[in-house]
Nanobody
Framework: QVQLVESEGGLAQAGGSLRLSCTVS????????LAWFRQPPGKEREIVAG????????YYADSVKGRFTLSRDNSKLTVSLQMNSLKLEDTSVYYC?????????????????WGQGTQVTVSS
């Protein structure tokens, strides 16, 4: 069983930065592809970014391309999402997700394991 523990989200001003981390506290991170999703109020959960098991491939939603960077450090059992140039519309609950296998999945159904969610709020 895989367990994911997310860092605290936070509050930032528009144009600012935040960094989210997710630790794989149980399970073998080297067997997992990882991703961050978000679910804005009243909307469906959507993928923000994903990274393959090897780390060689990343995927970004169009809305965050050029602003967010996803990375993984298997030695530290973590995957991190650096969020720059934050916008008001980035306000959401963010979820770390994991799936067994080499490839990134782009929908929630592709992921079997989820963190508890962490709130990110961007203010004007």
């Amino acid at each position: 069983q895989v367990q994911l523990v997310e860092s605290e989200g936070g509050l930032a001003q528009a144009g600012g930065s935040l960094r989210l981390s997710c630790t794989v506290s149980r399970g073998n991170i080297r067997m997992l592809s990882l991703a961050w999703f978000r679910q804005p109020p009243g909307k469906e959960r959507e993928i923000v970014a994903g990274i393959s098991r090897s780390g060689a491939t990343t995927y970004y939603a169009d809305s965050v391309k050029g602003r967010f960077t996803l990375s993984r450090d298997n030695s530290k059992l973590t995957v991190s999402l650096q969020m720059n140039s934050l916008k008001l519309e980035d306000t959401s609950v963010y979820y770390c997700a994991a799936r067994s296998g080499a490839l990134i999945g782009t929908t929630g159904k592709d992921y079997a394991y989820w963190g508890q969610g962490t709130q990110v709020t961007v203010s004007s």
